[in-house]
């Protein structure tokens, strides 16, 4: 089972409120749209598991899917001895908060993941007040892993604000290349300075190698053990890759968490009666090996 000092490659499909809207263009649903989406989660878990009869270690594998549509995914993955990480967050909200308040110890506890996940929405120029609030969140459930031997995983987004878009005459990739590395740096830096230590840093990725290397030197300031996986964000394939190109060979940098590249169309597709139940699990599971050899293949 992977661990933080080993490779790391996961099948994120934790996804809720994202998905919802974009299969079923809303977010409350029936009971038999409920059942569909989670047909449609388990189409994901057999691609996954066809991935590890196909070459990818599992003793690197893992996947990161949600209590709420992926309870049955989540049971057989402890019975196979699968890794996964569950999320705690609320679905589909800018600001963190956990999704079952001071419960959250109880749903952690009643599947033991090998990781805690939460996503996380901080922009260190943004908005201070939430800034802190979510500090102080963060500081919680980092101070109950460390308690109770879970590994965190955290996954840091920095959205734009609307002065910094401006600056790059809201050009997302200038953004993207000219100023995220910057504040992510300065993120990690206010997050850790906070008693927010992870065990693995789950990063949007960067274009060029020079950021990788300065953002896992910021990670290891606090903790040489702290570890960091590049986010796939629902990028084209193309964009993923030249992201996993440039950070591969770099140390600290032991995988990836790509999700909706690896499956969105997929699914979208059988959802549609485009494709078979079956040529949706062969796609998805192509497509995470397809990554996983961009990644572990040298250059």
């Excluded at 996940?117 to 500090?135: A, C, D, F, I, T």
């Excluded at 060029?208 to 960091?228: A, H, L, Q, R, V």
């Amino acid at each position: 089972m992977p661990t933080n000092d080993k490779q790391l490659f996961m099948l994120p499909f934790d996804h809720r409120s994202s998905l919802l809207e974009k299969i079923f263009g809303k977010k409350n649903l029936s009971g038999s749209e409920v059942q569909k989406f989670i047909e449609l989660k388990k189409i994901i878990y057999e691609g996954f598991k066809k991935a590890l009869i196909f070459g990818l270690p599992k003793e690197a594998a893992a996947i990161l899917v949600d209590e709420e549509f992926g309870y049955e995914i989540l049971q057989d993955a402890k019975k196979q001895n699968i890794a996964f990480a569950m999320p705690v967050e609320k679905s589909g909200q800018a600001e963190f908060d956990f999704e079952f308040g001071e419960n959250f110890p109880t749903h952690i506890e009643k599947f033991q993941p090998t990781f805690v996940k939460v996503l996380l929405r901080y922009n260190p120029e943004g908005n201070v007040m939430m800034n802190s609030r979510q500090r102080e969140r963060l500081q919680i459930l980092n101070n109950w892993c460390k308690d109770n031997d879970y590994q965190f995983l955290l996954e840091m987004l920095v959205p734009a604000t609307d002065t910094q878009l401006a600056s790059v005459d809201n050009e997302v990739t200038r953004f993207n290349n000219e100023l995220r590395p910057r504040l992510a740096l300065k993120a990690i830096s206010e997050l850790q300075n906070a008693g927010v230590k992870p065990n693995i840093w789950k990063i949007e990725g960067f274009d060029s190698s020079n950021d990788y290397k300065n953002t896992i030197g910021e990670i290891k300031k606090n903790n040489p053990e702290t570890k960091m996986i590049i986010l796939g964000r629902g990028e084209n394939p193309t964009q993923v890759e030249k992201w996993l190109t440039a950070g591969k060979n770099i140390p600290g940098v032991i995988g990836f968490a790509i999700g909706r590249t690896i499956f969105q169309n997929s699914i979208l597709d059988f959802f549609s009666k485009k494709i078979t139940a079956e040529v949706a699990t062969d796609q998805i599971c192509n497509n995470y090996l397809y990554f996983y050899q961009v990644f572990t293949t040298k250059s």
